[in-house]
């Protein structure tokens, strides 16, 4: 890397927090939003613009910076592509800026190889030390606040799958399809990341088209939905696939509760169904617990004592409606999970 890409590096990051001249967009008091602010410049927690920046920036020998604030100039920046050095996004609604995570290019690789005369295709991601939200759960009993953390993070990676973007960095909607704990990253400021994409299906409102390939019975089972399991699931629908994952993920919110703390009290960490079906279940054990008996994991009883975590109760049983297209939208999940956390204790994680 030359001494150059650092000079220039930092002068984007300038030009975004709008320290430098350049255009100007006046906007009126009404079509102003409110930005999360975290970048050297802020003044408080938030600002207002018209629209919100996140801005990833490397200077050379240093790890990439995070900077987040509003934007009123140059808003040509919001439209260049990301580069070795300099990540610029912008959004235009309230708030928007406070999830979104970038990368540089070339910090993901992806790569082909052999082994044992199988070719292998090798996708190479950033490294979350705290592993899969399964390792994680295994090893960390969580107290209230981090439990919603976890699942707020979770929803908003969820919800931004399953939602199509339009415009010229936009994006198609995305069904995962085998969402479980183990495919739930737990990154190093303890938010969740939705991980393993190899069985999604991508749908756009242009194109109408759905590649699911020959068996939509896929995933893993002791995940799956009931119209999964009896294949009764609309295969021409892409909301289908999305009321799958909204079942598998209030799977994921009943792992998380089941570790949470309660007025001292905690339990070990089992997977969903674990007390109703073996250690590898197979279609017909998970459809006779599923779709014969109905069954559902059992809630603790002790989330009835906290009121927030009696609200994550509850959003798990609206995620298992046996009709699927009653259950909860991700994005209704991800707006009820961050009114459940308001409490303004940074999570932390206890040993």
């Given at each position: 890397?030359?001494?150059?890409?650092?000079?220039?590096?930092?002068?984007?990051?300038?030009?975004?927090?709008?320290?430098?001249?350049?255009?100007?967009?006046?906007?009126?008091?009404?079509?102003?939003?409110?930005?999360?602010?975290?970048?050297?410049?802020?003044k408080?927690?938030?600002?207002?613009?018209?629209?919100c920046?996140?801005?990833?920036?490397?200077?050379?020998?240093?790890?990439?910076?995070?900077?987040?604030?509003?934007?009123?100039?140059?808003?040509?920046?919001c439209?260049?592509?990301p580069?070795?050095?300099?990540?610029?996004?912008?959004?235009?609604r309230?708030?928007?800026?406070?999830?979104?995570?970038?990368?540089?290019?070339?910090?993901?690789?992806s790569?082909?190889?052999?082994?044992?005369?199988?070719?292998?295709?090798?996708?190479?991601?950033?490294?979350?030390?705290?592993?899969?939200?399964?390792?994680?759960l295994?090893?960390?009993?969580?107290?209230?606040?981090?439990?919603?953390?976890?699942?707020?993070?979770?929803?908003?990676?969820l919800?931004?799958?399953?939602?199509e973007?339009?415009?010229?960095?936009?994006?198609?909607a995305?069904?995962?399809?085998?969402?479980?704990?183990?495919?739930?990253?737990?990154?190093?400021?303890?938010?969740?990341?939705i991980?393993?994409?190899?069985?999604?299906?991508?749908?756009?409102?242009?194109?109408?088209?759905?590649?699911?390939?020959?068996?939509?019975?896929?995933?893993?089972?002791?995940?799956m939905a009931?119209?999964v399991?009896?294949?009764?699931i609309?295969?021409?629908?892409?909301?289908?696939?999305?009321?799958?994952?909204?079942?598998?993920?209030?799977?994921?919110?009943?792992?998380?509760?089941?570790?949470?703390?309660i007025?001292?009290?905690?339990?070990?960490?089992?997977?969903?169904?674990?007390?109703?079906?073996?250690?590898?279940?197979?279609?017909?054990?998970?459809?006779?617990?599923?779709c014969?008996?109905?069954?559902?994991?059992?809630?603790?009883?002790?989330?009835?004592?906290?009121?927030?975590?009696?609200?994550?109760?509850?959003?798990?049983?609206?995620?298992?409606?046996?009709?699927?297209?009653?259950?909860?939208?991700?994005?209704?999940?991800?707006?009820?999970?961050?009114?459940?956390?308001?409490?303004?204790?940074?999570?932390?994680?206890?040993?």
């Amino acid at each position: 890397m030359t001494s150059e890409i650092p000079r220039k590096g930092l002068l984007m990051l300038l030009v975004a927090l709008g320290l430098t001249k350049g255009g100007v967009v006046k906007a009126s008091k009404d079509q102003l939003v409110n930005c999360t602010c975290e970048n050297p410049h802020c003044k408080k927690p938030t600002c207002q613009g018209a629209w919100c920046t996140v801005v990833l920036v490397r200077e050379q020998g240093g790890h990439p910076q995070v900077h987040r604030g509003c934007g009123n100039m140059n808003p040509e920046l919001c439209l260049g592509r990301p580069t070795e050095f300099v990540h610029h996004h912008c959004c235009y609604r309230s708030f928007c800026n406070h999830n979104v995570s970038l990368v540089l290019e070339g910090f993901i690789a992806s790569d082909m190889t052999s082994r044992n005369s199988s070719t292998q295709l090798w996708l190479i991601t950033h490294f979350h030390e705290h592993g899969s939200l399964y390792d994680f759960l295994q090893r960390q009993p969580l107290e209230p606040q981090l439990a919603l953390r976890l699942a707020v993070s979770a929803a908003c990676g969820l919800a931004h799958l399953h939602v199509e973007i339009f415009g010229t960095q936009g994006k198609p909607a995305i069904a995962h399809r085998d969402l479980k704990s183990r495919n739930v990253l737990v990154k190093s400021d303890l938010q969740c990341c939705i991980a393993d994409l190899g069985l999604a299906v991508m749908h756009s409102q242009g194109s109408d088209y759905l590649d699911i390939g020959n068996n939509p019975r896929v995933g893993t089972k002791r995940y799956m939905a009931p119209e999964v399991l009896d294949e009764q699931i609309r295969t021409d629908c892409f909301e289908s696939y999305k009321w799958t994952d909204v079942w598998a993920f209030g799977l994921v919110l009943w792992e998380i509760a089941r570790r949470t703390i309660i007025n001292g009290i905690v339990e070990d960490y089992k997977p969903p169904f674990y007390d109703m079906v073996p250690n590898d279940p197979s279609f017909d054990d998970m459809k006779k617990v599923v779709c014969t008996d109905q069954q559902t994991p059992t809630i603790p009883n002790r989330l009835a004592a906290d009121p927030v975590l009696s609200g994550l109760a509850q959003m798990m049983r609206e995620c298992w409606y046996p009709n699927p297209s009653a259950r909860l939208t991700a994005l209704r999940i991800k707006k009820t999970l961050q009114k459940l956390s308001h409490h303004p204790e940074k999570p932390k994680v206890t040993h």
